[in-house]
């Protein structure tokens, strides 16, 4: 998969071994730590042609991370959009930028369905998936609590035939 385009402010690259100190101060959760986060997200580059890519600004200041990960839930797998922003740098619209970024490039990808798994006391992220277009699908169990479900489809529309009355052709 292709890398998203840079934004106004932001730019994307694959994750590295030697990002680990960036990624430690984020508040990424979960039990693979700093470490097993790099491991897992170079797994994915390999295995699904995307994975989570760090996001920095046009002058090379680390602003946290975004991308594509597969997730089950319950049961099925579905690509997912993740982000993280430093703490330091939440509130300014990085992680909406950096989402609307990656929604785009999976759509170009051809990828049809898109979802976030999000915490319900997690508004920010909330808003965030509200906009780049996902909505409120469903309310899971998922890692050892209630996790909701926004989604979006992105196919393309289907170009429907346009109707003629028929009495309006000119001969």
């Known amino acids: ?9 932001l730019r994307f690259r694959e994750m590295i071994e030697a990002d680990l100190p960036d990624i430690a101060i984020l508040e990424i959760g979960g039990s693979r730590g700093p470490d097993g986060w790099i491991e897992w997200t170079r797994r ?10 760090v996001i920095e600004t046009h002058a090379g200041d680390f602003v946290g991370d975004c991308g ?25 619209a990085y ?11 999976a759509s170009a990808e051809g990828i ?44 393309p529309p289907q170009h429907q035939a346009s109707y003629v009355n028929p009495e309006s052709r000119t001969t």
């Open 95 to 105: 992680a909406s930028e950096a989402a609307k970024a990656v929604r785009a490039a």
């Open 44 to 53: 994915n580059y390999e295995h699904h042609g995307f994975g989570l890519w």
């Open 1 to 9: 998969m292709v890398i998203p385009a840079p934004t106004t402010r």
């Open 112 to 155: 049809e369905h898109l979802i976030a798994i999000i915490r319900p006391a997690n508004v920010a992220s909330q808003r965030v998936a509200a906009n780049i277009g996902l909505a409120l699908e469903r309310e899971v169990h998922k890692n050892g609590g209630p996790a909701l479900v926004f989604s979006a489809d992105l196919r």
């Open 68 to 92: 594509l990960t597969m997730q089950e839930v319950e049961g099925d797998w579905f690509v997912e959009v993740g982000w993280h922003v430093r703490c330091d740098l939440r509130r300014q």
